[in-house]
């Protein structure tokens, strides 16, 4: 998952831009520095977002669902840090997080679900749900079905300077917490930049 920078979080869902679904990550945007490979602590310094020409973002993660009585459940993430603690409305994702030119997305999808719930993908299968454009960003999204404990997810962290200009970094979950949802609580969950995924999921599924 990306990590935000104040204005992104501020404002997380400029207007988007739909892409029909086919095969080929976002919500946040901010300048990162990537530790050395090991468990995965990113540093924020605080910017605005990608604009005009700049190069698009590309993002990659993985919605998973599974039946429940109710009908489809999903398994959604919310966000860490202090910017959403207080908040649940419109303040989970899917898991997912950038990847660089060059990399499969649909690795780095299964990579990035694995470092924000801790436990990998439960399925040897993905189908695309296509992707979303928003605000420079490109989020790229597959269907798993299978199942997982939500309340034995594990996150990575990253390391954030706050309160602002503080000089002070701190470390916080990506994730402080993950759940089950049936498709009409997780439209009022999930970030609005995502929510065309659960119709994407609901017209696959049928």
Partial sequence: MEVPDVLSVLYPDPPLRHVPAGPHHDHRAGALQLDPP???????SP?????????????????LHRRGPAGVEVLLGHMGGPFWARKDAAAWSIPKGEYVDGEDPEAAARREFAEELGSPVPAAEL?????????????TV????????????????????????????????????AG???????????????VPFLDRLAGLLG
């Fill in 38 to 44: 090991g468990p995965r602590r990113r540093a924020l």
């Fill in 47 to 63: 910017g605005r977002p990608c604009q005009g020409g700049v190069v698009a973002k590309r993002s990659a993660g993985v919605l």
């Fill in 127 to 139: 189908a695309p749900l296509g992707e979303v454009r928003a605000s420079g960003k490109v989020l």
């Fill in 142 to 177: 597959w269907a798993a079905e299978g199942d997982l404990d939500a309340d034995a997810c594990t996150s990575n962290t990253f390391a954030l300077e706050w309160p602002p200009r503080s000089g002070r970094m701190q470390e916080f979950p990506e994730i402080d917490r």
């Fill in 180 to 194: 089950w949802f049936d498709l009409v609580a997780a439209r009022e969950k999930l970030v609005k930049g995502q």
